[in-house]
């Protein structure tokens, strides 16, 4: 998830690898915290399939740690690009 919403992000933003990777992380750091509340049911929508797929149903430390790791490897991967890149053409 956090992939997909890096890469998102970094298609309509003019931003750093840093600045959007910080972004991503904050977003799903605060849905996965809001899990910890009746979110779903205070908006009446814990039923749809659709808020259950886009929100979760629990709290979960794993997912945390999930996004952490996920945004490391591909702003990893994108200063590993630029640099291939940048010493390539010289």
């Known amino acids: 998830m956090v992939i997909l919403m890096f890469y998102l992000f970094k298609s309509f933003l003019k ?31 814990e039923q749809s399939k659709w808020a259950n797929l886009i929100f979760g149903n629990y709290f979960s430390i794993q997912d945390l740690l999930a996004y952490t790791l996920g945004i490391l490897t591909v702003t990893s991967l994108e200063f590993k ?10």
């Not at 849905?31 to 779903?40: A, D």
């Not at 690009?81 to 010289?90: C, E, G, M, N």
């Open 15 to 45: 931003a750093n690898d840093i600045t959007l990777g910080i972004i991503t992380l904050l977003i799903a750091y605060a849905i996965e915290f809001l899990q910890l509340t009746n979110m779903l049911c205070y908006f009446g929508v």
């Open 81 to 90: 690009k630029r640099f291939q890149l940048k010493y390539s053409k010289k």
